[in-house]
C-alpha cells in the first residue's frame, strides 16, 4: 500500500501563485510514477501533470502548460506542483497519485491522495 497526503491548497487570487505538495509513504519503491489530478464543481476528473520518480520525466495538460511546474524529491519521497499565474478556471481539487506510469490517464493510477481545494478568485 501507498499512502499520499497533500497539502498546500487554498485561496489565492487570479495572478498569484501556490505549491501543492504530495507526501507518499509505504511501498512507494512499487509506483512508477506520480501525478496531478484536478476536479472542479460538475465536472469529470481531469490531468494536469506527471512525472517518473526515476527519471524526473515530466509531461502536461495543455490547460497548465508553461503555468505550472511537477517536480520530485526522491530523498523525501515527495512530489511537488508549483502553480503560477492562476486563474479563475484553476479552480478544483486537486490530487495527487500514484501508479504504474506517469501518463495522463487516471486508470494508470492505483493510489490518490484525499484531495487539497485550490480556490482562485478573480
Known amino acids: 500500500q501507498v499512502q499520499l497526503v497533500e497539502s498546500g491548497g487554498g485561496l489565492v487570487q487570479a495572478g498569484g501563485s501556490l505549491r501543492l505538495s504530495c507526501a507518499a509513504s509505504?511501498?512507494?519503491?512499487?509506483?512508477?510514477?506520480m501525478g496531478w489530478f484536478r476536479q472542479a464543481p460538475g465536472k469529470e476528473r481531469e490531468f494536469g501533470a506527471a512525472?517518473?520518480?526515476?527519471?524526473?520525466?515530466?509531461h502536461y495538460a495543455d490547460s497548465v502548460k508553461g503555468r505550472f511546474t511537477i517536480s520530485r524529491d526522491n530523498a523525501k519521497n515527495t512530489v511537488y506542483l508549483q502553480m503560477n499565474s492562476l486563474k479563475s478556471e484553476d479552480t478544483a481539487v486537486y490530487y495527487c497519485?500514484?501508479?504504474?506510469?506517469?501518463?495522463?490517464?487516471?486508470?494508470?493510477?492505483?493510489?490518490w491522495g484525499q484531495g487539497t481545494q485550490v480556490t482562485v478568485s478573480s
Open positions: 509505504g511501498r512507494t519503491g512499487s509506483t512508477y510514477g
Open positions: 512525472i517518473s520518480w526515476s527519471s524526473g520525466s515530466t
Open positions: 497519485a500514484a501508479g504504474v506510469s506517469n501518463s495522463s490517464w487516471s486508470g494508470d493510477y492505483e493510489y
